[in-house]
């Protein structure tokens, strides 16, 4: 099926088999290969991709429903004004392996868009908004993406500084 | 020239010399903006032109095969082989096997097993094809309940711990269970083989190139000078990438019989079967005190399972062998033969489970004795190895334990379960000690010194325990580099062979074998400075020789340098015992209603010698204590009782902590340099912050609300029990 995919900022028109996941799609037919496939299933959000600005998993969603919509990968970050996220990612060692880094990143922008829009999650204690950018709040929403090095101490500094969270969330969390 | 050291005794501490002011700095990774922006190379990705793609077919159960529709399979569209070729392997090599595991996939020696790997032009069509694959299976699938083996090995007994237990104050005599455990690294295995003539190079998933070259090569009948393997990243490994796996195997042989590139990657519910286990553990531990808590006896006998023929027996008893003073002992393993999915490394063999085990036992003896959990283990630690009288190199348990509780708030502590309570929840701390073996191998390092600055070399892997960060450090420090001037490669067996990832001993030989590269430039320059090299000062790219101060790039107009670093273990492994100690603290929640665990805290105080980068040491004890709450709480393969296979292969349904799982995690660093650990003084930290790291959780639960859970993980069902 021909379709026509906005990655990035750049137009990429595909034939594609109607098999293909958006991840492979990404991985396979467009060398994009900073998305990552963790598991193929939907239980890990290593391939996360922000999908006209909201966090999905690649892996669960076929190329051909995503005809001309818009992707940001973790390569297209850095011109959408994450870099600072980014950078916090590596001031605080939110990463070890790196594997799961560019879903984290793609999750987290997507998160922070959710909690602006006063979406209420699990921990939230109302379902009124504005839902407040806590720690826990931070942790909850962000537990679609697994680190098996486990590095949420500085993932969430790294978000928390970013995000302007409400209270501090340093990698060295006290007691 | 090469500078080669054998760790003989202990060695002379050269850091103070040194003017840099690198390590021990918290330094970022230098790859953290290639992982950052998607851009570091990972095994399945920067594929070469005209590449197929494999997916493997998985045996249901264990037994003689008959792939039935090969033909059919081979005429769907897209499908360019199927590939039975007796080549392929039935394991994944053990660490450090350094040649073929079982070969041939006519038998399946457990269920899932891989039988056979079809390529296509695309990933679709060989996925659908290998879905459609029908697998006959026949003969007798052997035994498949360890409980039920006869099992192999007898532990071994000093003095006479039956009597101990008689005649003792207090005894403790419990029995532990642990399941299955799997590393589930985000990466799954993955290989990608393409030919030169007679040359095959693999990127794939790997901790440990120089072994995993000589394993492939034995396979594909080469020699290994005809296999490169890349892996300048990998996604994660806890023991899961030592070896070779079926799925490298499998593209190198696909991609010599098709003549063009073939990458396999293994499903993530493939990786939960092809991938070496953690096994279960059936551990029966024994503790005769005095009134005082002096240990009298000690016993600590572990029933563990493994396949037919494979030498990984896991060592849950390793620690207990020098944990704790106690005269009369009965220590060590048996296992039971069984046709279940290959036992093998995952993080912190052994001691995970055994330390983490031994220490619930512990704290069961407190209780008994009503004598403060830290006290008690205070009474009990050692002067000399407890078994064979050998001095420690370092012993920092009693630090450890003291700083961490100062720290944690222990003091005051009420032992009395039961005593605090918030709405719904019960509220408890626990305490457990951490204990790990030391080890160094062997590994060379190569480092070329430009006007450029420094380039180090070694078939060295970062499986995101921070050896890019590391080797720049120790490098640059010995060569008065800023750490922009250096660059370290890794990941690519035409360098020199480094240690690989592995037992905690990377940082450590690796790191040793950059250090005496940089030792090796260092006379050097000073050769051509005309001084000696302990009075040469290296600092921001200046030799500084007495009042004289030299650009380095100015005594580089004469040509580069090459400095080659080679180490190896001696006999400072086997005149002293090397350890690595610790204390893990928990504070848990325990609901009275659902029994479910929330942990609310968690502090660990880890003594692992020098501590080169604490950032990134300090994310390895954050992983390590994650991993002990999984262990603790939620991690547990299902292994069925039939046929073997894993019920539970995904990461739907075997649960490691995620986000929310994991409080706010504090790591405290003892002061210590052990000069019997090589000159750097450094050892191992991956794998000392998960061993017991679940005790604290467990003994924590115990406090909070009486119950005791002897087979884990603590699901709420297991804790509800208890609480009735």
Known sequence: MLITLDINRARHSLDLDPRVTLLDALRHHLGLTGTKKGCDHGQCGACTVLVNGRRINACLALAVMHDGDQIITVEGLEETGASALQKAFIAHDGFQCGYCTPGQLCSALGMLEEVRQGWPSHVSPSLEPHPVLTRAEIAERMSGNLCRCACYPGINAAISEFGGAAEGTTSEDAA | MTITLTTDGPAEDRMPEMKQGLVGVATPRPDGPLKVTGRAVYAAEDLPEDCAFGVLVRAPAPGTITLANADELAAFDGVLSVLQDPAMIRRTAQGGAGKAPRQGPGTADFAGQAIALIVAESFEAARHAARTARVIVTGDPGLIDPAAANPEGEPKAQGDLDSAMREAEHTVDVTYRTPSMASAAMEPHAAVAWWQGENVTVRSSLQMLKDNRAELADCLGIPQDRVRLLAPFVGGGFGSKLGIA???????????????????????????????????????????????????????????????????????????????????????????????????????????????????????????????????????????????????????????????????????????????????????????????????????????????????????????????????????????????????????????????????????????????????????????????????????????????????????????????????????????????????????????????????????????????????????????????????????????????????????????????????????????????????????????????????????????????????????????????
């Open chain 2, 246 to 724: 079926p799925e490298a195997v499998a593209a190198a042989l696909a991609a010599r019989r098709l003549g063009r590139p073939v990458c396999v990657v293994q499903e993530r519910r493939q990786v939960f079967e092809l991938v070496n286990r953690r096994s279960e553990s059936h551990q029966r531990i024994r503790l005769a005190a005095d009134a005082g808590g002096r240990l009298l006896g000690l016993g600590h006998e572990a029933l563990v399972s493994n396949l037919p023929g494979e030498d990984h027996i896991e060592p849950v008893t390793q620690a207990s062998r020098f944990a704790y003073a106690a005269p009369h002992r009965v220590v060590g393993e048996r296992v039971a033969r069984v046709s279940l999915p290959t036992a093998g490394s995952v993080r912190a063999p052994g001691e995970a489970i055994g330390v983490t085990a031994f220490e619930c036992a512990m704290d069961e003896l407190a209780s008994a004795t009503g004598i403060d959990p830290i006290t008690l283990r205070l009474r009990n630690i050692p002067d000399r190895h407890p078994q064979n009288g050998k001095p420690f190199s370092s012993h920092r348990l009693e630090q450890a334990l003291t700083e961490g509780a100062e720290r944690f708030g222990w003091a005051g502590r009420n032992p009395a379960p039961r005593q605090r309570r918030e709405g719904e929840w019960w509220i408890g701390t626990g305490v457990a000690a951490a204990f790990r073996v030391n080890t160094l191998t062997e590994a060379e390092a190569r480092i070329t010194l430009t006007s450029e600055g420094a380039l180090v070399e070694t078939d060295m892997t970062d499986i995101g325990t921070g050896t890019y960060a590391i080797l720049t450090q120790i490098a640059g420090e010995a060569l008065g580099l800023p750490v922009d001037l250096v660059t370290v490669r890794l990941g690519d067996t035409d360098l020199p062979p480094g240690s690989g990832s592995g037992g905690s001993f990377g940082a450590a030989t690796t790191g040793n074998a950059v250090w005496l590269a940089a030792l090796d430039l260092r006379q050097q320059l000073a050769s051509r400075l005309g001084c000696e090299e302990g009075d040469l000062s290296l600092q921001d790219g200046e030799a500084r020789v007495a009042n004289m101060r030299r650009p380095l790039v100015a005594l580089l107009n004469e040509g580069s340098l090459t400095g080659h670093g080679h180490i190896r273990g001696g006999e400072a492994l086997k005149q002293v015992r090397q350890a690595t100690y610790g204390a893990h603290f928990a504070e848990v929640a325990v609901s009275d209603v659902t029994g479910e665990v929330r942990v609310r805290r968690m502090l660990g105080s880890f003594a692992a010698g020098r501590i080169l980068n604490p950032l990134t040491a300090r994310s390895q004890c954050h992983g390590g204590m994650t991993w002990g709450i999984g262990m603790a709480l939620t991690e547990g393969m299902v292994l069925d009782r039939r046929d073997g296979h894993v019920v539970n292969r995904d990461l739907a349904e075997y649960h490691v902590p995620v986000n929310a799982d994991v409080p706010p995690l504090t790591v405290h660093f003892v002061d210590e340099r052990d000069p019997w650990a090589g000159p750097l003084m450094v050892k191992g930290i991956g794998e000392l912050a998960i061993c017991g790291a679940g005790a604290a959780v467990l003994n924590a639960i115990h406090h909070a609300c009486g119950v005791r859970v002897r087979e884990w993980p603590a699901t709420p069902d297991r804790v509800l029990v208890g609480l009735a």
